[in-house]
């Protein structure tokens, strides 16, 4: 089955600065890779996803790059700002979605 | 437009219990996949429903049970309950699994469920 892993698992970085979050999946199958924001005690939103015929989407301040060769997806996110602290996990789909362990964000004024 | 639902918010259990609960897609939505999120985790995959069949399951046992209703709600069932179901449960729904490109198609989620055995 598919197996995701995400790194770090912790990011502190100052507001202004960006920040990158890395994947890897396992699974050649896989063909859909979302990526979630989860506030404490909230559910986990859709921030962007990426589909395999696609190697780069952006949406303002938020990137994700996607290299099916090496099967690996990364996470960008620019300018960060404090309300960008939160967990984000990675996840890729190809029959059943599975995370990644999630990323701890800590955006400092 | 409603988004994801999930009733209850919260339940507390004693192993050996049985617990149901309940989740109602987002308007359009006919796929239901429900998660186990243990605290400090991802999201583990239990199972995902369409057309009121179990169509993709995760590593869970038996005792985790599903169903579907003609309305595309969902019910998520555990049987015997230990101490390691405690965790939130949540729900998330997407479009088009039948169209051959659901695996594709963004998964939304609800607020879920904290479910805590004592």
């Known amino acids: 089955g598919e197996n995701v892993e995400q790194h770090p698992s912790t990011l502190s970085v100052q507001e202004g600065d960006s920040a990158v979050i890395k994947c890897t999946y396992s699974?050649?199958?896989?063909?859909?890779f979302p990526w979630y924001k989860q506030e404490l005690g909230k559910r986990p939103q859709l921030i962007i996803d990426?589909?395999?015929?696609?190697g780069e989407k952006k949406d303002q301040r938020i990137a994700v790059t996607l290299n099916k060769t090496a099967k690996h997806f990364s996470l960008h996110i620019t300018e960060t700002q404090p309300e960008d602290s939160a967990v984000y996990f990675c996840a890729a789909n190809g029959g059943k979605l599975q995370f990644g362990a999630g990323t701890q964000v800590v955006v400092t004024p | 437009d409603a988004g994801v639902t999930q009733s209850p918010t919260h339940l507390i259990k004693t192993r050996g219990q049985q617990v149901t609960l309940r989740c109602s897609p987002k308007s359009g939505h006919d796929t239901v996949s429900w998660y186990q999120q243990a605290l400090g985790q991802g999201p583990q995959f239990i199972f995902q429903?369409?057309?009121?069949?179990?169509?993709q399951r995760g590593n869970f046992p038996d005792r985790f049970s599903g169903h579907q209703f003609p309305n595309y709600s969902s019910e998520l069932n555990v049987n015997a309950l230990l101490l390691g179901d405690s965790a939130l449960y949540l729900c998330a729904s997407s479009y088009g699994l039948g169209t051959g490109v659901g695996t594709n198609q963004p998964q939304h989620f609800g607020d879920g469920t904290r479910l805590s055995i004592l």
């Open positions: 429903y369409y057309e009121e069949e179990e169509r």
């Open positions: 990426i589909r395999s015929n696609v």
């Open positions: 699974d050649s199958a896989s063909n859909y």
